[in-house]
């Protein structure tokens, strides 16, 4: 089983994770920027996540075989806050960057003024820049949320084939299909969807233009649950060619519209921990000798 995570955060993940994400067939993923759970307090210090997002994370997956692509985005939660708004003027020098293969997460957390000015803003700046667009809908009134999204989607300049809309509901997913986004699914313990759900869903829905993704970041989370997902659909009768396109073809679809989608080199550096990203290595202390 080949996996392609779509939505997982790992600067909050260890290197433990990733060899068990190897071990489970994970060999590429896309890591969106997203609210790191205290709040930032400058432009600066979004520049050095953002800075780790396309230089360190990547280098780090690669020593266990994953290969890492990032989204770059001012995420809706710190939109609402000003001392975070001047990052919108940094993100065009973020998204020429090689790796950068989406705007996101952009959207909605509680639909305020401030998030549909960033919201629009960097829908513009995806269109402007070639680029897909994820979308975050809030955690709270959903289905409102994943309305008013779509409208907003509609209005801009970006195809609504270039968008993928997470966080996604039973409530949800018809409204996105027949708008024409792609549908995500976030699979997580105890909030957004589960295994079974996700299975029913695929039933209904069928398999096109629909992603899976784990969303793993700092809270309760699985970063293997792509893998259990595909174990639940092969469980309830999909082939595998159905688990195949919704864990690796679809999102290799999605993101493969920027132009930027690499996956020549995704073992790279596999068991060797060699070389080191501006004198930093994954490897602490001496190494034994074998």
């Not at 939505?7 to 896309?30: F, K, N, P, Q």
């Not at 266990?64 to 989204?71: E, L």
């Not at 680029?131 to 509609?154: E, F, I, S, W």
Request: aromatic share 8%.
């Amino acid at each position: 089983m080949r996996i392609f995570d779509p939505h997982i955060h790992m600067t909050s993940r260890t290197t433990t994770d990733y060899e068990a994400m190897y071990d489970a067939g994970v060999r590429a993923l896309v890591e969106p920027a997203f609210w790191l759970g205290q709040p930032r307090t400058s432009v600066g210090s979004f520049v050095d996540y953002f800075d780790a997002l396309v230089g360190w994370e990547p280098f780090r997956a690669a020593q266990f075989g994953i290969r890492h692509h990032c989204a770059i985005a001012l995420n809706p939660k710190e939109a609402n806050d000003p001392r975070c708004a001047g990052i919108l003027d940094e993100l065009p020098r973020y998204l020429e960057k090689d790796g950068v293969v989406a705007v996101g997460e952009v959207g909605y957390d509680a639909m305020t003024p401030a998030e549909d000015e960033a919201f629009t803003r960097q829908l513009a700046l995806a269109a402007e820049h070639g680029l897909p667009a994820m979308v975050h809908t809030p955690h709270r009134d959903k289905a409102a949320g994943t309305r008013r999204t779509l409208d907003v989607v509609a209005a801009s300049k970006l195809a609504p084939e270039m968008v993928v809309v997470d966080h996604l509901n039973e409530l949800t997913v018809a409204m996105v299909l027949e708008a024409g986004c792609w549908a995500g699914f976030s699979v997580y313990p105890d909030t957004k969807m589960d295994e079974e759900r996700m299975v029913a869903i695929l039933r209904e829905h069928g398999t096109e233009r629909i992603m899976v993704n784990s969303a793993a970041d700092w809270g309760r989370s699985d970063p293997l649950k792509t893998r259990r997902t595909g174990e639940a659909m092969l469980a309830a009768g999909f082939s595998d060619t159905d688990v195949d396109r919704v864990l690796w073809q679809n999102p290799v679809a999605f993101f493969a519209q920027s132009g930027r989608l690499d996956l020549s080199s995704e073992a790279a550096g596999e068991g060797t921990f060699e070389g080191s990203f501006e004198g930093n290595s994954v490897l602490r202390g001496v190494r034994k000798e074998d």
